[in-house]
């Protein structure tokens, strides 16, 4: 039998976090995402001082030892008085989920949608970014089916493989010949052209330190090559920024964090923003200077953080959410997909929620549409 305990208040949170660390360390459906420091940064950037209301369900076996976290929070759906639940770390986060100890994961998923059905102060549940093979989309609770629930497949999520390489004589040049003769090309190409004119060096920041200064020219490369599309990119609000200073210090303490710096003559014009979880290393963010854009720096950091990548014998290249063109050269059709779990406690409210969810997308794609043609209006007119 499991028990399940509500958290309601920040300071009470910190008292699990050697637990949340445990679980989240030994899952195999757990991410970055997923982690205390990311977690626990989000709420206090995102969560403290806001309409919203922490609600993390801590699950417990009859000997009182921790199994499973929902790391929820209650908010208002759509301006309205309608209450539902989310999961802690949307909006700013790839992969949601759950947390679970191997071998409690449907003990943990019947318990929190259990809680859910006999806690009645909601009426949507709003599970967004729900990565494919996620603990959530992996098993199905008989508690979940009181209700009516919609699954909606979302966003590609491109990677690529690097275990196959791990065991030959030189992995790098072995993932080098799965890619075609063009990309290959340039892969090396743009670094040489380079170093004909600049001193180029690769930096990896691992001290405290030094993460300030790099964080600023993640946000501020980022944010120019945004620029050129006529939109703000997503570092634009000071609050995304803070909490990405405070979730990145702690995941540098931790050891998750791989946050590379590309320099050209001691000036730095690339910054890609990655994480270390498990078995496989993801690309978060970058930037680049744009006025650099025939040398590719980005192109040339990217190559350098999957090296290093293989080198520390990672099983997997990550580029998360997103079909950009810069990540489909790296991985070709290889692609997860993301979801999103509607969940009604009464059919009329499932009906408005799934409607709410497809203006939502439209407006989503809409924007992304845009934005894709307004980066080709700026190559047509670099290239006059």
């Known amino acids: 039998m499991m028990q399940v305990t509500a958290i309601t208040r920040e300071d009470v949170l910190k008292e699990v976090a050697d637990d949340w660390r445990r679980i989240a360390g030994s899952s195999p459906y757990a ?66 989920d759950f947390l679970a100890d191997t071998s409690h994961e449907q003990d ?106 790099a964080l600023s020219v993640l946000f501020e490369l980022h944010s120019r090559r945004w620029n050129q599309r006529l939109l703000p990119g997503v570092f634009v609000s000071a609050k995304v920024r803070r909490f990405h200073r405070l979730a990145a210090l702690d995941l540098l303490k931790s050891g998750h964090l791989r946050l590379y710096v590309l320099d050209l003559d001691g000036e730095p014009v690339a910054a890609l923003y990655c994480f270390a979880w498990g078995d496989r290393v993801s690309y978060y963010q970058g930037g680049f200077e744009p006025g650099l854009s025939k040398l590719s720096p980005g192109t040339v950091l990217t190559a350098y953080a999957v090296r290093r990548a293989l080198e520390a014998g990672v099983g997997e290249f990550d580029f ?52 894709e043609g307004g980066l080709i209006k700026v190559r047509r007119k670099a290239e006059k």
């Open 31 to 96: 991410t970055v995402f997923q982690s205390y420091e990311w977690c626990s940064a989000w709420w206090s950037v995102f969560g403290r001082f806001s309409l919203k209301r922490l609600c993390v369900l801590i699950v417990r076996d009859d000997s009182g030892a921790v199994r499973g976290i929902a790391p929820l929070y209650k908010s208002l759906w759509c301006g309205t008085f309608v209450p539902q639940y989310s999961i802690i770390g949307n909006g700013v986060s790839d992969y949601l």
């Open 108 to 213: 943990v998923l019947d318990a929190v949608y259990g809680w859910l059905g006999e806690n009645r102060a909601w009426g949507l549940l709003d599970f967004a970014q729900v990565r494919e093979g996620a603990l959530i989309m992996s098993f199905e609770s008989g508690a979940l089916n009181a209700f009516r629930f919609s699954d909606f497949k979302r966003e590609g999520c491109p990677y690529l493989p690097l275990s196959p390489h791990l065991g030959t004589e030189n992995p790098w040049a072995s993932l080098l010949l799965t890619f075609g003769k063009k990309m290959r090309s340039n892969i090396g190409y743009y670094e040489r052209l380079m170093r004909r004119t600049y001193e180029v060096t690769f930096r990896e920041i691992d001290r405290p330190r030094d993460l300030g200064p």
């Open 320 to 371: 998360l959410r997103g079909e950009e063109e810069y990540k489909l050269r790296w991985t070709g059709a290889l692609k997860r997909w993301n979801s999103r779990r509607i969940v009604g406690r009464t059919p009329a409210m499932h009906v408005l929620g799934v409607h709410a969810h497809r203006i939502e997308h439209n407006v989503e794609t809409t924007v992304k549409r845009m934005a």
